[in-house]
């Protein structure tokens, strides 16, 4: 049977007022004065609010967020091993549930506004597939409200830890969609086994590549282009996301334009989410210009590596403004095309979007401009999931 | 006749859950189970919300801000000077009316938590005193619930701009409490000549000092010395804010260490806004560590310059600790200490805060934590200057 969703008098992306029909999850027409067939079809008065494809988080940590735990007092070392540390022994001490955390950030992601989400899942000796396990239940759970894709990630290092790489590849039998990477020199000690390793994850079981590049400088783009050099070995083009890629901001610029061609040339995407600190990441303008593709993700939400994240895609938008210092109308659009239809492709949902065909996965909220949302960041959203309501007045309906 | 307000049942800055009695402004006593001496007193009940000291904006510029006129369409260049014109055409163009602009960010300001401002005005020959005197206006209307300092500014350049001088002495002597000065070699090509007239006229007005300093590296640095020369001199020790100060956070260790000896050795206080964008910024922990005095600002709030700034300093602290890096639970109270009592200092509120005896300036809101608000940063906040209510619900009552 045909289901219809109606929504009335919306502005797309700030566009002139539109309404839009929605057949079995689809969009089927926008136009003015727009009539369901149906009877039954469930209608939106959008009220001139604004209307955005859903957001798209393309890198967060669901499995050990601590949010609703209480609030966790910070006092690890400033690096990254300290970190890592740290949360292993938070981890072990507290018994974090990765089901039922992974749950509350779905909760709180769909409220604001998220329709696709790709979380990266700790793959560690201690605690196994504990945390594949309760996140693929959480994206059981949430199926018809959140595209969940989960990465088998090695936080604690693979080549290091003896009986990671069959830990990663058992979840990836098991399910999990992508296989994840992590600094292949200063984590894995040993960068050519580290990629080759995670590379041959990818072709035995068809899956994308997400690596996590904390490496700065040369050091990092060093990384990359061993990444690029496998990418095009294995024929993985448009198939590999480097997160983080902080390098691409530390070099200088023949450096970077070197690089560029190698991403481009391999259609790798890079994924930053305008890290906190000042230490150098991704020109975000100079990639777009280029061509490279981008998404964006707000990593590790109030989590044991620090409290600053939260789980709105908006927020996000503007925190990479802000880190990259764009003010100008084009460049918050480009923000905005990162965090919607830069992520979609990354996650294999290219269709994203606000026309005819795309599916329905659809942000309301009440702002002057669509750029302006960006800056206000109003948390009273409606989101619609494949044509179905999901969340209303900021508060996730599943 | 004696007033008094009764707060019950609040957690100051995440402490144990106490009530504050105020009588006549101030804070006369802070307990458990108080009761007032008065038949008519004011309750509140505080259910166990935190109680801040009211937010301190050292750095705004109310005059010229674009809030209420409808989305501005941002396309300036990104030079500084490309900036000061596309505002100046702006203004020529628009006409905003200083009186009107800076009254709505006065209420946004309130509603956020605000009981002290300082806030730069343009003095241009274009325009004249028309800047300051609207703010000035303001200043007037607001004064039982928002207390507002005024920097005589010269924004288009000073010395380069005859008749600016006469201007900036004109409304020093119409009441503006503080002279500014601006990035003396890049904008007034004459670093010493601009920063004798700035003393100049602090001297013959008996007003504190404020100086923006946007000059990047040894440039900015050879500033810092000039400006602490002239404090030494002038005998101005405590009375002179360097705003920006881009330089501190462009030099390297051995020098940012030299300038923070000649901050500390004439007290002279540094205003950071964690500014947008990746370029060098004053080293927050390092300069709070070596005991220098630190304020914040929203700097300007959706004007010509950009719409990045909004008028609510929980967010300025979120983006302060965002930029510095701080996600340790002892580095995001020094921010909020900054926003607190750290403008307060150079403000002259020196007995700023949460003791018998400070002046009634209260901002209650719900959060688990004191630093979980500043992540957070619930909008329904009350609002208390000198023991009376100014805002409820993120709603300005004056």
Same mark, same amino acid.
């Not at 839009?20 to 089927?28: E, F, K």
């Not at 018809?144 to 003896?162: E, K, N, Y």
């Not at 990092?220 to 095009?232: P, Q």
């Not at 690089?259 to 230490?279: F, K, Q």
């Given at each position: ?7 009335? =008098? ?17 969009? +089927?027409? #926008? ?9 039954? *079809? ?16 393309? !890198? ?15 006092? *690890? ?46 793959? =560690? ?33 693979? /080549? ?6 069959? /830990? #990663? ?24 086994? !580290?990629?080759?390793?995670? %590379? ?5 079981? =068809? ?9 700065? $400088?040369?050091? $990092?783009?060093? +990384? ?22 902080? @390098?691409?901001? $530390?070099?200088?610029? +023949? ?13 790798? +995407? ?10 150098? *990441? ?12 981008? @998404? ?13 994240? #939260? ?6 938008? %503007? ?21 919607? !239809? ?9 269709? !994203? ?7 329905? =996965? ?25 044509? @179905? ?6 508060? @996730?309906?599943?």
């Amino acid at each position: 049977m045909t289901t219809e969703l109606l929504v009335k =008098d919306v502005r797309p992306l700030g566009g002139e007022t539109t309404d839009v029909l929605v057949r079995d999850g689809r969009i +089927a027409a #926008m136009g003015s004065g727009l009539t369901p067939t149906t009877p039954d *079809a469930t209608v939106i008065e959008g009220a001139n609010w604004l209307l955005f494809p859903g957001f798209v988080d393309a !890198h967060t940590h669901m499995d050990k967020t601590l949010i609703g735990l209480g609030w966790h007092r910070h006092d *690890a070392g400033p690096a990254l091993l300290d970190k890592i540390e740290h949360e292993r022994r938070l981890r072990r001490d507290e018994g974090i549930d990765p089901y039922q955390q992974s749950s509350r950030q779905a909760r709180l992601a769909i409220a604001a506004g998220t329709t696709h989400i790709r979380t990266f899942v700790d793959i =560690d000796t201690e605690w196994g597939l504990a945390g594949f396990e309760g996140v693929a239940r959480m994206r059981e759970d949430f199926k018809d409200a959140l595209t969940v894709q989960i990465v088998a990630f090695p936080q604690s290092g693979m /080549l290091v830890r003896s009986g990671t790489v069959e /830990l #990663m590849d058992q979840a990836l039998r098991d399910g999990a969609d992508v296989v994840g990477g992590l600094d292949p020199s200063t984590i894995d000690r040993d960068p050519a086994k !580290h990629l080759d390793t995670v %590379f041959g994850l990818a072709e035995k079981h =068809d899956v994308d590549v997400d690596i996590h590049l904390h490496e700065p $400088g040369e050091l $990092g783009a060093f +990384a990359v282009e061993l990444i690029a050099e496998r990418t095009k070995v294995l024929g993985w083009r448009g198939r590999v996301v480097i997160s983080h890629a902080f @390098c691409l901001g $530390g070099v200088d610029d +023949a450096e970077l334009g070197r690089l560029i061609d190698l991403l481009l040339a391999n259609d790798i +995407a890079i994924m930053s989410h305008g890290p906190s600190g000042s230490r150098p *990441a991704p020109p975000v303008m100079r990639l777009r210009e280029a061509g490279v593709r981008l @998404c964006a993700g707000n990593d590790g939400i109030r989590d044991a590596w620090g409290p600053l994240n #939260m789980p709105d895609m908006l927020l996000r938008a %503007f925190l990479i403004a802000y880190r990259n210092n764009l003010r100008r109308d084009d460049e918050i659009e480009h923000v905005l095309d990162i965090i919607t !239809h830069g992520g979609a492709t990354v996650l294999g949902a290219a269709a !994203h979007g606000l026309a005819p065909g795309c599916p329905a =996965d659809l942000v309301l909220l009440d702002a002057e401009t669509h750029l302006a949302a960006v800056i206000e960041r109003p948390t009273s959203r409606l989101v619609v999931k494949r044509g @179905c309501i999901v969340a209303r007045d900021g508060e @996730c309906l599943v």
